[in-house]
């Protein structure tokens, strides 16, 4: 794995795994607003409205289901909530994220990463790097203002997270503000929420890669900590501009590695799609978010479901 480079794996974490974002903040519940209808006609690629985050749908007689690409993390005051997007999740009967975005998950994640993120008693995280990746390190944290003896208790995934998080986040990007947060507000107290995995299941994609891995991620997020957030800046541009083709182009840069773009993305994508499958017997309307590199690139949810012979259409 050491031939990807980290801050664009980081890059797509972003769009890739909620449960990131919950190790930094928690999302903050509000106000459920009014649903509003939204047309079901199909629309032909050619004619949908650009200029927003893409919107996909798949719908049979008595089922629609929509799929959208979020963020987990923005800033503050970024203006994607409207149009298409809005109305979907108005009309929707129920919010189905990756995972639960509740006021009791950051308290959940805590647990789970005293049992999944720590080191063994006589074990620090310094200790396992060689000198100049201790420098590197040391380095990084000195320029987060915090004390480098930080995260020495915990695994070198764990440290890789919080060094992907906090340079953005003293940036202005919070999870607060992101993608989940914004749509269970809007949805409110009211509507009905659904999970396509769980926080266990997420750690356990990071907590599961070699000690190797782990320590090359750890350095080399360490290295990019001052270009990370102009490389999440440019990912967002594309996101919001709704150019699909764009923002898989910059996501997939540098992941060469199959084993973890299986792990990480083709193989939640299958699962995901067969859940769609599956649901599709069920009627109702359902709005379905998930990070945006799942949506975008070779073997995209989208590919997953047209390979089980499902069509589906962007509206937005």
């Given at each position: 794995m050491k031939d990807i480079s980290m801050t664009k794996f980081l890059r797509k974490l972003a769009c890739t795994a909620a449960a990131l974002s919950l190790i930094a903040s928690t999302p903050v519940l509000a106000q459920q607003q009014k649903p509003t209808p939204v047309p079901t006609a199909q629309v032909p690629a050619e004619q949908v409205e650009m200029g927003g985050p893409a919107l996909w749908k798949v719908a049979d007689e008595d089922t629609t289901i929509y799929l959208f690409g979020t963020v987990h993390a923005l800033p503050k005051d970024v203006d994607w909530y409207k149009g298409n997007v809005a109305d979907a999740l108005a009309s929707s009967d129920i919010l189905v994220t990756e995972i639960m975005m509740t006021p009791d998950a950051a308290t959940n994640m805590q647990s789970i990463i005293m049992n999944t993120g720590m080191l063994p008693a006589d074990q620090k995280l310094r200790d396992l790097l060689d000198e100049a990746q201790r420098a590197s390190y040391d380095a990084a944290m000195t320029k987060l203002g915090m004390p480098v003896e930080t995260f020495d208790r915990f695994e070198p995934w764990y440290a890789s997270m919080m060094l992907s998080m906090l340079p953005i986040m003293k940036e202005g990007y919070s999870p607060e503000s992101g993608v989940e947060a914004v749509l269970t507000a809007k949805g409110g107290e009211a509507k009905p929420r659904g999970e396509l995995e769980t926080i266990e299941f997420q750690m356990s994609l990071f907590d599961q890669l070699p000690l190797e891995s782990q320590i090359?991620?750890?350095?080399?997020?360490?290295?990019?900590?001052?270009?990370?957030?102009?490389?999440?800046?440019?990912?967002v541009a594309e996101w919001l501009e709704g150019d699909a083709d764009g923002l898989a182009e910059l996501?997939?840069?540098?992941?060469?590695?199959?084993?973890?773009?299986?792990?990480?993305l083709y193989q939640r994508n299958s699962s995901w799609a067969e859940w769609i499958d599956t649901r599709l017997d069920t009627p109702g309307t359902v709005f379905i978010a998930v990070g945006a590199g799942h949506l975008a690139g070779d073997k995209s949810v989208q590919d997953a479901l047209e390979l089980r012979g499902i069509e589906i259409s962007r509206v937005q």
């Open positions: 090359t991620f750890l350095v080399q997020a360490a290295e990019g900590v001052d270009t990370i957030k102009g490389m999440l800046d440019r990912m996501m997939n840069e540098g992941l060469t590695d199959q084993v973890l773009a299986e792990r990480l």
